[in-house]
Each structure stands twice: as structure tokens, then as C-alpha cells.
């Protein structure tokens, strides 16, 4: 099991940028998979982004590509998703998680973080 701390949302206004990291505890922070997920007001959770866990290939979904880029930090045990061109439609609670493979559905994840609160506002 890894716990996952999110952090790095608030406000940031339409075509600007924001970085959200996700800090684990535990063990194996490098043998896992690592997502990011969002889900915005009255939505669906929704697959953003993922990375494997050693060769770090990244996975996008069609909404956030190529404005959205997941990396990791094995030295650090964290993994990042940095936002640039944000729209409002990319509102919502940012959730990481952690998995044994690098997947597009939630249930693929064994645990969760808290989520951080990303609003894209004039």
C-alpha cells in the first residue's frame, strides 16, 4: 500500500498554468504505475493521464493532450502533472493514484489520494 498527498491546485485563469504534484509514503514508490484522474461537478471521474513505473511511458487522454504532461521523480517519490492552456472544462478535484500498471480505468488503482481542487476562472 503508498499513501498519496496531493498538492498544488487553487485558481489559475483560462491559457494559464499550474503544476500539481502527488507525494507517496510507503514502499515501492518505483514499481508502481502512477494516474491521474479529475472529476468535475456533476461528471464522472475522468481518466487524465498516466505513467509507468520504470521505462515512465505516458499515457493521455484526448481532452488534455498535448497540454498536459505527467513525469515522475523516483528520488523523490512523487509524480507531477504539469497544466498549461488550461480551460475552464478542466475545473474539477484532481485525484493521483497508484497501480500495478499504467491504465486509463480507476479500478486499475489501488490507492487513492485526497484530490486538490484545480478551478480555471476569470
Known amino acids: 500500500q503508498v499513501q498519496l498527498v496531493e498538492s498544488g491546485g487553487g485558481l489559475v485563469q483560462p491559457g494559464g498554468s499550474l503544476r500539481l504534484s502527488c507525494a507517496a509514503a510507503?514502499?515501492?514508490?518505483?514499481?508502481?504505475?502512477m494516474g491521474w484522474f479529475r472529476h468535475a461537478p456533476g461528471k464522472e471521474r475522468e481518466f487524465a493521464a498516466a505513467?509507468?513505473?520504470?521505462?515512465?511511458?505516458?499515457y493521455y487522454a484526448g481532452s488534455v493532450k498535448d497540454r498536459f504532461t505527467i513525469s515522475r521523480d523516483n528520488s523523490k517519490n512523487t509524480v507531477y502533472l504539469q497544466m498549461n492552456s488550461r480551460k475552464t472544462e478542466d475545473t474539477g478535484v484532481y485525484y493521483c493514484?497508484?497501480?500495478?500498471?499504467?491504465?486509463?480505468?480507476?479500478?486499475?488503482?489501488?490507492?487513492w489520494g485526497q484530490g486538490t481542487q484545480v478551478t480555471v476562472s476569470t
Open positions: 493514484a497508484a497501480g500495478l500498471k499504467a491504465d486509463s480505468r480507476p479500478g486499475e488503482y489501488d490507492d
Open positions: 510507503g514502499r515501492s514508490f518505483v514499481s508502481y504505475a
Open positions: 505513467i509507468t513505473s520504470s521505462v515512465a511511458i505516458t
